[in-house]
């Protein structure tokens, strides 16, 4: 076997081993990207429950003061009972006055927490109101969620089979390519994003679209070695010659 013709086999096995290898990057990258999608997913679903948590929170605040208003208003109700009780108890009419004005503001007061907790009714209203439409929100995202989440991990279950399957291929192809060529190829793969060997399209690198000289043609028809583009540094071959 001369050597051109063993340049020429290795690049056939190249090309080979490049279809395999665009595969394999390509799986490899979705293998990374899937996982980063239910992360995305996850947060944009914890988003939604913390919004949740705070209307939870805002509501039990509202309830909270509205328990608080409901002990004034029984204070003030016990306070005007018993400042009635003490009306006969008085012997001057200065005292009655006195006592009369006393139980006039302690119902002003009353009238007052009235009005809040009218107003209270309402907030509360609108916080339960607020809750129980963010709970149905939150109910139907988690449910798209952990349907999509069980989409993409079964998509990339399927995907590690399918990498498996390529780089049994790659394993069996590998030991046809001289060490050192391989070698070459595997660093160029390396740098160049998946991408080591690539066909001459009428004069234009298929890597890099650089235009190719007559010189270098003519270096990569002599298969005396592998030829790569000047630009983009990608191996180069003729795909009618091979």
Avoid: W
């Avoid at 039990?60 to 009306?87: C, H, P, R, T």
């Avoid at 399918?162 to 780089?167: M, S």
């Amino acid at each position: 076997m001369t050597a051109t013709t063993t340049i020429k086999d290795q690049l056939r096995r190249l090309v080979e081993l490049q279809t395999i290898d665009v595969e394999v990057y390509r799986f490899k990258n979705e293998l990374q990207e899937l996982p980063a999608e239910i992360e995305r997913l996850k947060g944009e679903f914890e988003n939604k429950k913390a919004t949740l948590k705070h209307l939870e929170d805002k509501l039990k605040a509202i309830q909270v003061s509205q328990k608080s208003l409901d002990n004034d208003m029984k204070s003030k109700e016990d306070a005007i009972a018993k400042a009635d009780a003490s009306l006969a108890l008085l012997k001057t009419n200065k005292e009655y006055q006195a006592k009369l004005l006393e139980i006039e503001h302690i119902k002003a007061d009353k009238s007052v927490i009235e009005d809040k907790i009218l107003l209270g009714f309402d907030e509360v209203e609108a916080a339960r109101k607020a809750v129980d439409t963010e709970r149905v929100v939150v109910a139907q995202y988690e449910k798209d969620f952990l349907a999509r989440k069980k989409e993409v991990e079964d998509k990339v279950a399927v995907i590690r089979d399918q990498l498996k399957v390529k780089e049994s291929q790659r394993l069996r192809l590998t030991p046809e390519v001289r060490p050192d060529l391989l070698g070459r190829y595997d660093r160029i793969l390396q740098n160049k994003g998946g991408v080591a060997i690539v066909q001459v399209n009428d004069h234009t690198c298929g890597g890099c679209y650089m235009h190719l000289t007559d010189h270098l043609l003519h270096q990569i028809k002599m298969y005396g070695d592998l030829v790569c583009c000047d630009m983009c540094a990608r191996i180069l071959y003729l795909a009618d010659e091979l």
